[in-house]
């Protein structure tokens, strides 16, 4: 069974403090790793995609990378505007639908 | 393009009652998913329909919850009879093949329907 585990669950970070957030992920053979910002009350909304081990993508104040085993979101001097959970998930071969993790609740505080 | 639609977004009801949830995905997208959302088990898949079929609904907790995609732009899920426990935020998304690529994971997601059962 697919599974997907997030840490830290929440973290609270001063403008400008970076920091990373880790998603650990069990599937056989990963099709693809995805990155979602959650806002309250709104559904989640796209990041990005990682498909191999050693790719990274960025996006402003945002980068991601992929191991074999675990996916890291990098928050470069982040801004209160970037506060919100950001859930990791995985895509199996042969599965259309993703498996989510419970997500990171970050907080940056002016 | 008016993104994925849902409704109601909010719907309070009594155990026992029926409930109807709907989504009209995005135009051109010929995936549908229904996750759930609750604090305790994050995002969960219920059922994904592909061309309007369902594909895989081991997800859907037990016979009180039913999907059905009667065309490419509308979906329903509906639980009857509801109970407290399924109380959460019900999400629609939607995603399209691309050429040379097949499906990808980037799903576009709805604004949920947050249901309470009292």
């Known amino acids: 069974e697919d599974q997907v585990t997030q840490s830290p669950e929440a973290l609270r970070l001063q403008e400008g403090e970076s920091s990373s957030l880790n998603c650990s992920y069990t599937v056989s053979g990963l099709r693809g790793l995805f990155w979602y910002r959650q806002d309250p009350g709104k559904g989640p909304e796209f990041l990005f995609t990682l498909y191999s081990a050693g790719e990274e993508k960025e996006k402003e104040r945002l980068k991601a990378t992929l191991t074999k085993k675990e996916s890291f979101l990098h928050i470069t001097a982040p801004k209160p505007e970037d506060s919100a959970t950001y859930l990791c998930a995985v895509q199996a071969p042969g599965r259309r639908a993703l498996t989510f993790g419970s997500g990171t609740r970050l907080q940056v505080q002016p | 393009d008016a993104g994925v639609i849902q409704s109601p977004r909010h719907e309070v009801t009594e155990m026992g009652q029926e409930v109807t949830l709907r989504c009209k995905p995005i135009s051109g997208h010929n995936s549908l998913f229904w996750y759930r959302q609750t604090m305790m088990r994050g995002l969960e898949l219920l059922i994904y329909?592909?061309?309007?079929?369902?594909?895989?609904d081991s997800g859907m907790p037990e016979d009180r919850f039913s999907a059905k995609m009667p065309n490419a732009s509308f979906s329903t899920l509906k639980i009857q009879p509801s109970e407290p426990r399924d109380s959460a935020v019900y999400f629609c998304?939607?995603?399209?093949?691309?050429?040379?690529?097949?499906?990808?994971?980037?799903?576009?997601f709805g604004e949920g329907s947050r249901l309470t059962v009292l």
């Open positions: 998304a939607s995603n399209r093949r691309i050429r040379d690529r097949g499906f990808t994971g980037e799903l576009f």
């Open positions: 329909f592909n061309n309007n079929v369902p594909i895989d």
